[in-house]
Antibody, heavy 118, light 112 residues
């Protein structure tokens, strides 16, 4: 069955960096686009970034553009999110999600918590 | 950006009774390929989101048939024919027709 397991979250100071990983299994990772979506404590869902199945195209939300970079390693079945210049408002649970058709997300990971605080 | 507006914010429902959630987009969600990439997600307390419906009305694998989606263009509806205790949670509509992807603000379904 499809499994997505995020890791790499933690507490970081404002201005700091963190790299999140999403280990995928149960499907042919290299055939599907992938998303990062975040959820601030007690808030709704916010889309962060998307990468095509082959890494050829990447898209970002306005709030993270220029600070975050999405990437993937299809040989390792792993999705990444490099987060730089972190701000307090980036505090959230970060989920990776697989796509079903086009950019529609079907399976979601449990998420990893990122806390930006001094 | 496409703004997704959900109503109501909260929906107290009696077990066994129907529930309905509306989602309106600020512009048409019809993609240039002719499809409409409107999904519904369920998020139970403490859980990640779960896909219920994709492309307006297609039930995802394992989703009970009491969940149904309908609509077109800019107006969409999720219906639960008979609410069960396990349906408690927050429901989100999501558009994937255009980047950036956007979500509705969420509708909390709770039992009266």
């Amino acid at each position: 069955q499809v499994q997505l397991v995020e890791s790499g979250g933690g507490v970081v100071q404002p201005g700091g960096s963190l790299r999140l990983s999403c280990a995928a299994s149960g499907f042919t990772f290299s055939n599907y686009g992938m998303h990062w979506v975040r959820q601030a404590p007690g808030k709704g869902l916010e889309w962060v970034a998307f990468i095509r199945y082959d890494g050829s195209n990447k898209y970002y939300g306005d709030s993270v553009k220029g600070r975050f970079t999405i990437s993937r390693d299809n040989s390792k079945n792993t999705l990444y999110l490099q987060m730089n210049s972190l701000r307090a408002e980036d505090t959230a649970v970060y989920h990776c999600a697989k796509t079903i058709t086009m950019a529609q997300a079907d399976y979601w990971g449990q998420g990893t918590l990122v806390t930006v605080s001094s | 950006d496409i703004v997704m507006t959900q109503t109501p914010l909260s929906s107290p429902v009696t077990l066994g009774q129907p529930a309905s959630i509306s989602c309106r987009s600020s512009q048409s969600l019809v993609h240039s390929d002719g499809n409409t990439y409107l999904s519904w997600l369920q998020q139970r307390p403490g859980q990640p989101p779960r896909l219920l419906i994709y492309k307006i009305s297609n039930r995802f694998s394992g989703v009970p048939d009491r969940f149904s989606g309908s609509g077109a263009g800019t107006d969409f509806t999720l219906k639960i024919s008979r609410v069960e205790a396990e349906d408690v949670g927050v429901y989100y509509c999501m558009q994937a027709t255009q980047f950036p992807l956007t979500f509705g603000g969420g509708t909390k379904v709770e039992i009266k």
